[in-house]
């Protein structure tokens, strides 16, 4: 069975700092763009980043400066580290991972965690 399963989420305060990591088991991630997308209450889920295979990769306006995905393939896992985090950063946090980077970033994907809650108090 495949899974991802997103670890890392929690309660911080605006200009603070998170890592979520996100674990793939039952294949192997290596080749496959993963990333990142979050739903913030009352509001449509949104694309927030991306790395594909070779580690190129790709960030929303909102979170490019502040936010960095990386992924290890050798333990199938990636990370976002957030940084400067603002209020309007609340949201749960998705992994996701497809064989197109394009459909991540139009918020399809062939396989998807359960989420992890980021709050970000004022």
């Known amino acids: 069975q495949v899974q991802l399963v997103e670890s890392g989420g929690g309660l911080v305060q605006a200009g603070s700092s998170l890592t979520l990591s996100c674990a793939g088991s039952g294949r192997t991630f290596s080749t496959y763009p993963m990333g990142w997308l979050r739903q913030a209450p009352g509001k449509e889920r949104e694309f927030v980043a991306a790395i594909g295979g070779s580690g190129g990769t790709y960030y929303s306006g909102s979170v490019k400066g502040r936010f960095t995905i990386s992924r290890d393939n050798a333990k199938n896992t990636v990370y976002l580290q957030m940084n400067s985090l603002k209020p309007e950063d609340t949201a749960v946090y998705y992994c996701?991972?497809?064989?197109?980077?394009?459909?991540?970033?139009?918020?399809?994907?062939?396989?998807w965690g359960k989420g992890t809650l980021v709050t970000v108090s004022s």
């Open positions: 996701a991972a497809d064989q197109s980077l394009v459909d991540l970033q139009r918020r399809r994907a062939d396989y």
